[in-house]
């Protein structure tokens, strides 16, 4: 498994930026929000899915994260530099927690990315297989994966996965709070 953590210090690509989390337990969310502001990067990140280019990182970028507590899966929301949705990228995880003061996830590999048109992909099941195959994670852990992994695509497919509605109220909420 991969330990991230939502202030994401580690990623040598982001220059200067700022970082915000929040708490929230309210009656619609229950669990930490985070959102980088990217003012400088090294280079912009280009993926290519569905045979199209998609920026992810540049300067002015921002991602949200969502980490709902009681929950096995975290979301990122990326920003253009106006504001808009990228992708939403949710990973499956095995839990999530807090240390040294700052929220965690444990990645257990396997993702799905929806793009605001309404496609979806599915990622890294070969990641989740190597990671078994390694003894990097356990049968149940593997298991629970794909269960989680399901159940989130066929909220998503209902149009029932509450957070896409979430991200642009939780990103206002940060960027206000560093106003006020």
């Known amino acids: 498994m991969k330990r991230r953590y939502l202030h994401r210090n580690d990623w040598q690509r982001i220059i200067r930026k700022d970082y915000q989390e929040m708490k929230i ?12 502001q990217m003012h400088e990067v090294a280079k912009p990140l280009i993926t290519k899915h569905l045979d199209k280019e998609i920026c992810i990182v540049d300067n002015r970028y921002s991602w949200l ?3 709902p507590f009681n929950e096995n899966f975290a979301i990122t929301t990326m920003f253009n530099q106006d504001g808009e949705i990228v992708q939403w990228y949710i990973d499956i995880i095995y839990e999530s927690g807090v240390e040294n ?3 965690y996830m444990d990645d257990l590999f396997l993702d799905i990315i929806v793009f605001p048109t309404g496609e979806v992909i599915q990622k890294d099941k070969d990641e989740l297989a190597w990671a078994l195959a390694s003894n990097l994670i356990t049968q ?8 989680v992994f399901n159940q989130v695509l066929a909220q998503i497919e209902e149009g029932s996965f509450p957070y896409f509605f979430m991200s642009s109220q939780h990103r206002n909420k940060l960027l206000n709070e560093v106003i006020t």
Do not use: H
Request: a negative charge; hydrophobic letters at 25%; zero cysteines.
């Open 65 to 67: 994260q969502q980490l």
């Open 140 to 147: 149940q852990q593997y298991e629970r994966a794909y269960q």
């Open 101 to 103: 003061g700052i929220p």
């Open 25 to 36: 337990n309210d009656e619609n969310f229950k669990g930490y929000i985070s959102l980088i």
